[in-house]
């Protein structure tokens, strides 16, 4: 099967690779076929390689130290793999596009085993950057047709699993695993749900940007609700602490950051397990739409911001 390849990692342009039949290695070490560029995806991750079958793939897990996600759900050893699939690998996402158009941005072929790697198109910086949905230095601006632009004013969503660290010493590395990555999959099902960007894995929770409060409010809702119908492990339902503010973000080529982000973080921080917190200025945004109910307000300090809110 002839199909596109597009290979999306925090901070850095999405690059198409053209598979042609040849097997393809995905990871962090240059020798790699394709190489991704993200501190949580090992140095030969993931092979993807023809099929007896002409209408689909196979992709096999190298083992990794990070699960590899196939549309959500966790594979070990070797799977089938077909158009439109999402491979997801911590925060780097890998679509299989089939035969859909181009989107414009850099693509080449993976090497052939004992040939040398063709050179990518060359553009013009502006022009590639336009196409690429960044800026020429690299500012990500463009998430599933969404505005994510710097300066942008988004919903910020910080999410924090609760007590991991005493997880592992009391159930044991592998229960715990279990639960993180049960954990993992249950969270990105829903920003994928609800069009939230993962701009960032922190630990054992998300930095997730959204270009509508109610998408955001939802998506933190879906979560609550899902993780507390889940039966993992011996301790009772998975608890997460989600704080969500409005405000604007500025990115550069690694990473994001601004006044804003930072305010989210601090009013994640005040929330217990189980629970959702915004800010009030969300709150003044969000209740316009009488969609969602709300309980009493509290009044915090916040670390780094002078004064009560």
Not at 271 to 284: C, N, P, Y
């Amino acid at each position: 099967m002839e199909c596109t390849i597009v290979v999306r990692a925090p901070g850095e342009s999405p690059i198409e690779y053209v598979f042609n039949g040849a097997p393809v290695v995905v990871g962090r070490e240059t020798g790699c076929d394709i190489q991704v560029p993200s501190q949580y995806v090992s140095r030969r991750h993931v092979r993807i390689e023809a099929s007896e079958f002409p209408d689909e793939l196979v992709l096999t897990d190298l083992g990794g130290r990070n699960a590899v996600l196939l549309n959500g759900q966790q594979i070990s050893g070797s799977t089938r793999l077909l158009a439109g699939d999402t491979i997801t690998i911590a925060d780097t996402l890998i679509d299989i596009l089939g035969d859909e158009v181009s989107t414009g941005t850099i693509v080449f072929t993976p090497k052939l085993a004992g040939a040398s790697m063709p050179p990518p198109p060359q553009r013009q910086p502006q022009q590639a950057a336009a196409r690429a949905g960044t800026s020429p230095g690299g500012i990500h601006s463009v998430w599933q047709g969404q505005n994510l632009g710097p300066g942008g004013t988004l919903t910020i969503m910080f999410t924090d699993l609760e007590q991991s660290t005493a997880m592992v010493s009391e159930q044991g590395e592998r229960e715990a695993y279990k639960i993180i990555n049960a954990h993992n999959i249950i969270l990105r099902e829903r920003f994928r749900e609800f069009r939230g960007h993962e701009a960032k894995r922190m630990g054992d929770g998300f930095l997730v940007l959204f270009a509508s409060a109610r998408d955001a409010l939802n998506c933190a809702i879906g979560i609550q609700r899902r993780l507390a119908e889940a039966q993992v492990g011996p301790s009772g339902p998975i608890r997460v602490r989600i704080g969500l503010h409005v405000g604007e973000v500025l990115w550069d080529e690694n990473d994001i950051f601004g006044s804003a982000v930072n305010y989210a973080a601090r009013v994640s921080a005040e929330a217990k397990g189980g629970e959702i917190l915004i800010s009030s200025l969300m709150r003044e945004v969000i209740t316009a739409s009488g969609e969602f109910d709300f309980t009493e307000s509290r009044i915090a300090t916040l670390k780094g911001f002078k004064g009560t809110h």
